[in-house]
């Protein structure tokens, strides 16, 4: 399954980018990410290795995850260990001037076996839905709030 979504932010890139690179508070505005819990951090204090469960529809699903920082444009992801058989995900900021920044969110996922037969058909649709089409809305709706 993969997927991504844009959305345009009334925020300049460094206010989205520094909610985008705390991803120790992404439960409190990603729908469906219920935890998510620091293992290692890099020298600047930011997660690299960390603890995630998340809820998607059909099943929770735990995972081990290592970010990558590309300040103040990049952020990715990859599962290390897990539930899934493979997750690789990103965000990706673009300054559009004005205060204004697009955020693409991308997102593969292999869900491996018994999970896998589970997210097929409008199942997956939903799953799309939750993981990937929304997650730029919960980022805009966030960073507009303040």
């Known amino acids: 399954m993969t997927g991504n979504a844009s959305a345009e ?5 460094d206010e989205v980018w520094a909610l985008v690179e705390d991803v120790a508070v992404a439960p409190e505005w990603q ?15 930011r997660p ?13 699903v735990k995972a081990r995850v290592r970010f990558s920082y590309g300040a103040p444009t ?3 992801w990859r599962q290390e260990k897990g539930e899934l058989k493979s997750l690789d995900g990103s965000w990706t900021l673009e300054d559009l001037g004005g205060g204004r920044t697009r955020a693409t969110y991308a997102l593969e996922i292999d869900p491996g076996g018994l999970l896998g037969m589970l997210v097929r058909g ?3 649709d ?4 939750l993981v990937v089409n ?13």
């Open 48 to 60: 690299t290795l960390v603890e995630t469960e998340s809820h998607a529809k059909v099943r929770r």
């Open 122 to 124: 409008p199942a997956e």
């Open 31 to 45: 729908n469906g990410l219920e935890a998510l819990t620091p293992i290692e951090r890099d020298e600047h204090g």
């Open 74 to 76: 990049r952020l990715s």
């Open 126 to 129: 939903i799953v799309r839905k």
């Open 134 to 146: 929304s997650r730029p809305g919960d980022l805009k709706a966030r960073v507009e709030r303040g």
């Open 9 to 13: 932010t009334d925020a300049p890139l």
